[in-house]
């Protein structure tokens, strides 16, 4: 049936307004109506991932009876443990499961389509917070507002993950039973046929290795059966409407905006795939990069106007004082004058304010080399790795920091290293008792969103501190994303990644919204606190790695007898940056004259990159018996990747953290890598090979990196050395990789970085009493969720 069939609402409005799943699943109402409308008298809506074993009897029978519509609940049993999904998580979903529903041909059945596509005209969408989950949970109101409603609660039918628990599957393969009953269809919800080790993204309380032999070869024979069925071609189709017609893509954000404004939607006049203009931020009223880069490059400004005024300075102002904080008399000058203003007269506490302006922190701060050598210890004393203008709390009035939670707003589910990154800090606050709840913006990145780990110890709630877990470039983006959802916090800290010894002006708008920065390195801390008007705090990822049992490198396609050198990236970090040329030139030397030793190489989203992955493939030119893996892996079949190698090369220029040499660290194997930026906070000569190096100017500007910051070229002699040496000793290879294991696991382990976040959100708090009180109300004075 084609899509035009249906008679949607608005047009292409209608398609424009949601993302995949919202659409997919917003088309039910219609579909069914339409194949009532063609005569059928019983309609059944049947999800693609539900598996049928048996004709559903029961579902036939009970249409015959009478009813109108029948439904089959999540859950027949409440869950009687704290694992994921719960039965709030379950009550926020929906009591009932949209993946099957049936229908038959009467006037309530009218009734109720009507009804629910009145509701997914504008609202099938995914907004916890409203109490939304896409067409699901408005129908939870169903059995009570239409006659001839029946609820089928057989053991049976629906069987999925989030009710497995309180299913006992018996019985053979063939012939599989439910509690004893027969078992009607399974619905394999959230597993990813090429590796269903996780049995679901969306859990975590079942894997393939803990669930009964039974229900492990429904699994297994379910995921054989897509994945011969044209599982990699038609995985490989984009989404149709994810693009304007000149081929930009669509961000959540324009798609919410449509929706939502009804002035926008008369002027795009039911096309809106065909006017990006009117969706620039320009045109809805989102301060240009431009704009905001004006109050970025005084950041002094900004900061005293925020303090002394509490909001941020005029184009007037700017334009007037531009200068004026370039000297120590010319701050102090302007910060006095601001502070006794009438504008900040007529704010009470305008004398409190001044009379605790953190001077000396100041002047430390932004004219280090004018605080003289006498002042003494307790002013002029290094500060340690955060960089903030208030005073260091007291230690006697440190609150309790696990009474107040973070909004985690990230790549929550996406394949990628700072997807990663945002599930480590996760991990961290779990470890820690830190309570956290996700907000997902992964529409900004193309790859795979298929590591939902971070969901499971999530809360449905909202708390007062945002952790903004994107680039200083997608700051803006995302902030206008959360003020479109309506998901306000009083303060707001950005995570950010550089790999630049400085953060260009263009990016330094994203200070303006935020509160605080947190950066993964010491590397990061010192190009981002040079221009930072705000706090700046060194939070690492937490790390904890592990191969699955008994894994083998057949499964990879990697030979028993060699010894393994990894080279991994992603062609959208870069090659350059990257730069595995380097890394093959060294094994190309170290390996000449055996047949020992053989190239890994690991990368993703080299089809974006065609003329950067042609360049690669010239460089493995001549190269024997090198491998070339290109899939999507998860992050547990990545881990088993590189625990089946037996080192791991990065002669990379430049890295923000350095995930991928840290996870071989953790998993006790030995690393060559560039003796220079964020790696150096992990790697010394005793656990790793760091590379001599000599510093460059970077010569043109590559992607957001622009031109002239320095940025490393290894020294391929010197890495050849080193790999040889880890090719011909076992021992050493042994030695470094245990050390390594050992710091790893001190430093980074998710319990060692939880203190570090849980010390400074104590910190936070105590400067600003209100976000503790507000944690521990928990709701506003009429019993909403804060938002």
């Known amino acids: 049936v084609a899509l035009d069939a249906l008679e949607l609402p608005f047009g292409d409005t209608f398609l424009f307004q949601y993302s995949i799943l919202e659409l997919n699943t917003a088309v039910k109402p219609w579909a069914l109506q339409y194949l009532l409308d063609q005569g059928h008298e019983e309609v059944l809506y049947i999800d693609p991932d539900i598996y049928l074993y048996r004709p559903l009897a029961d579902v036939t029978a009970l249409l015959h009876e009478g009813a109108a519509i029948v439904l089959t609940p999540h859950l027949l049993a409440p869950t009687t443990d704290d694992l994921n999904p719960d039965d709030l998580a379950i009550r926020v979903a929906g009591t009932y499961n949209l993946g099957f529903c049936a229908i038959a041909e009467r006037p309530s059945t ?136 000149d081929g930009s893509a669509i961000t959540q954000v324009q798609r919410t905006r449509l929706r939502l404004d009804g002035a926008l939607r008369d002027k795009a006049a039911g096309r809106p795939f065909d006017h990006p203009d009117y969706f620039s931020n320009a045109a809805l009223g989102i301060p240009s990069a431009e704009s905001m880069a004006r109050r970025a490059e005084n950041p002094r400004l900004v900061s005293l106007y925020a303090y002394f005024l509490g909001r941020e300075p005029d184009p007037t102002a700017l334009e007037n004082y531009r200068h004026a904080c370039d000297t120590l008399s010319g701050y102090l ?172 002006v263009a990016h330094r708008a994203a200070f303006t919204h935020l509160d605080e920065i947190w ?44 010894l393994l050198a990894l080279v991994m990236y992603d062609f959208h970090s870069y090659q350059y940056r990257k730069n595995p040329q380097a890394a093959i030139a060294a094994f190309r030397q170290a390996a000449a004259g055996r047949s020992d030793a053989v190239l890994v190489v690991k990368t993703i989203n080299g089809h974006h990159h065609p003329a950067a992955a042609a360049e690669l493939e010239s460089h493995l030119a001549g190269l024997p018996g090198t491998i070339v893996i290109q899939d999507f892996l998860t992050r547990q079949q990545t881990w088993d990747l590189q625990s089946c190698c037996d080192l791991l090369i990065s002669l990379h220029r430049a890295e923000g953290f350095g995930l ?99 010390d400074r959100l104590s910190a936070i708090v105590t400067w600003n009493p209100e976000l503790l009180e507000r944690a521990g109300r928990g709701k506003d004075n009429d019993g909403r969720p804060q938002r």
């Open 110 to 245: 009218r009734a109720f389509l009507a009804w629910w596509q009145s509701k997914l005209a504008r609202n099938c969408v995914v907004e916890f917070a409203s109490g939304i989950f896409v067409d699901q949970s408005w129908v939870d109101l169903v059995p009570a507002m239409f006659d001839d409603v029946a609820v089928l609660r057989h053991p049976g039918y629906n069987v999925a993950y989030w009710n497995l628990a309180q299913r006992d599957i018996t019985g053979d393969v063939t012939h599989p039973l439910a509690n004893g009953l027969p078992l009607m269809f399974f619905h394999f919800s959230g597993v990813d046929p090429q590796d269903p080790q996780l049995i679901s993204k969306h859990q975590n309380r079942h894997r393939l290795n803990t669930v009964t032999p039974l229900v492990r070869d429904l699994f297994l024979g379910y995921c054989e059966t897509v994945r011969n069925n044209g599982l990699a071609q038609y995985r490989a189709i984009p989404y149709g409407y994810a693009s304007f017609s």
């Open 519 to 562: 950066v993964p390195s010491a590397f990061v801390y010192h190009a981002v606190a040079a221009v930072s008007p705000v706090p700046v705090v060194i939070i690492p990822h937490a790390l904890q790695v592990s191969a699955s049992p008994n894994v083998q490198r057949s499964q990879f396609g990697l030979p028993e007898d060699k």
């Open 333 to 504: 000058r302007l910060a006095y004058g601001l502070a006794r203003s009438a504008e900040s007269r007529r704010n009470p506490g305008w004398k409190r304010r001044l009379a605790l302006w953190p001077l000396w922190p100041a002047i430390r701060t932004l004219f280090p080399a004018l605080v003289p050598t006498t002042v003494p210890d307790a002013v002029a004393a290094p500060s340690p790795p955060v960089r903030s203008v208030v005073v260091p709390p007291p230690v006697n009035k440190a609150p309790d920091s696990a009474a107040l939670g973070i909004n985690l707003v990230g790549y929550i589910a996406a394949e990628l290293g700072i997807g990663e990154a945002a599930r480590s800090l996760a991990r961290a606050c779990s470890a820690a008792g830190v309570p956290y709840s996700v907000v997902d913006v992964g529409y900004q990145s193309s790859n795979l969103q298929r590591d939902t780990q971070a969901l499971a110890n999530a809360r449905h709630e909202r708390f007062a501190i945002d952790v903004v877990y994107v680039n200083a470039d997608q700051t803006d983006a995302t902030l206008a994303h959360l003020d479109e959802k309506d998901l306000k916090s009083a303060y707001k800290i950005g995570f950010w990644h550089w790999e630049q010894p400085s953060i260009p």
């Open 660 to 758: 991928a040499p840290a996870e071989m660290m953790a998993l006790g194997k030995p690393v060559v890598a560039t003796g220079w930026s964020a790696n150096m906070d992990f790697m010394t000569t005793d656990n790793s090979m760091p590379v001599k190096y000599r510093l460059e100017p970077l010569a043109h500007a590559i992607g957001a990196y622009e031109a002239g910051p320095l940025w490393a070229e290894a020294d391929i002699d010197h890495a050849a050395t080193c790999i040889g040496q880890l090719l011909d000793q076992p021992a050493l290879r042994q030695r470094l990789g245990e050390q390594a294991a050992r710091d790893i696991h001190e430093r980074y382990h998710p319990a060692a970085v939880g203190k570090l976040v849980k």
